[in-house]
């Protein structure tokens, strides 16, 4: 479908037509054509996705950003099935089909954390090659007899996800070392892969190697555990926020927005930093999911400045380098990132008598630091286990890790636990599907 609809505005523009963009007069161009044994709903929201992706690039283009039209060829893209089109019984669900087709019932791995009537609408997407289903649910807002005057001020970073102050002077800091830890394995062990990879790679226009099909394989799925993981402990991080915030009646959330950070020049390793390992988009919207469906208003504000202001005496300091904020004007010593969210709940409308100190802060944190085992360690962890004497249970030797480079070198050298959890994976083969769950109020 998506193949097709590129090779029709290519034909066209080919021609000197004008592109068709509109999902109007897509859908006119299907009349009749054979979309094959799906609903004829499926075509059209291939359609829809394609128009919008057209009319956003025609947006971009007008602001004079740069972009480009559709032009890979995907092979598969996300289908979402609405009203009638699906049924969820139990962990079953059935996805329309094409009249005069066979009914397709698709089994789920786990059942659906909400009420079968209040599902509105679910997505089939397929991730390195596994089927997922998104669910998208109305979900009523809790009612936790808040306070909407009490506000409390949310500071999202790079090193905490989130650091809040509360109405009464007290402070909580979720710490992202779990998160931080997880990107420094994830970008070691990918760097490793694709280096391996590159010997392999096709060349422009020339089918891949089975070889090289199967590692990229490996990485798409090694990048999908990845984001999972930093986005469970987002979840988590913003569960805690939440919690917290009810514990203390609070109805309104600041949160600091850092829209244009990701735009603007701070030097090429602090925007590679910003840019690539901190999903703030991710981490906003958790926390702003949360707070609705817990009944509290989001409000945001521009954090610029938050974190080089004094909240106490109000000027203007140099920006912290560590973790620790002072002002030479009134002595004021705090966590940095307290500030910032101090500073950020008093733009929100909230006033803060005292600026937390370590005593009235709370830690926790969010996420699981990558065992001292995981896997992707011994990819490049060669150094400690060439020392080692005897290799660690488990741990393939340095020789097998880094010497498959010569083609002579025997692969059969594994240790017998690795071959075991290969075994381990053939006799349960991926299921069918999955389900991630996603928190949509008001749909
Ligand atoms: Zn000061």
Redesign the pocket.
Known sequence: MWAGLIELNRARFVRGGPPVFGFAALCRELTGADVGPLARICAEDVAKRYSSACFETARRKKAGGRARYPRRKRAVVPVRFRFSAFTLDGRRLRLATAKGEPELWVRLARDVPYDPAAVRAVTLIVDAGRLFVDVSAEVPVEDHDLDPGRVVGVDVGIIHPYAAVGPDGDALVVSGRALRAEERLHLEDTKRRSARMGRKAPRRGQRGSRRWRRLRATQRRAERRHIAKIHLAHHEAAKTVIAWAVARRVGTLVVGDPKGITHRKAGRRQNRRVNTTWRRTHLTGALTDKATRAGITVVLVDERGTSST??????R?PKPRGRAFT??????LAHRDVIGAANIAARGGGTIDDVPDESSTTHRRAGTVPTRRDRRRHRWDTSRAARRSSPTPGRPTAATTVGSRSKGSQPAQHHPRARSDRAATKRHPPRIANVITTNATGY
């Open positions: 004094c909240p106490r005496c109000h000027q300091v002002c030479p004007h009134c002595g004021l």
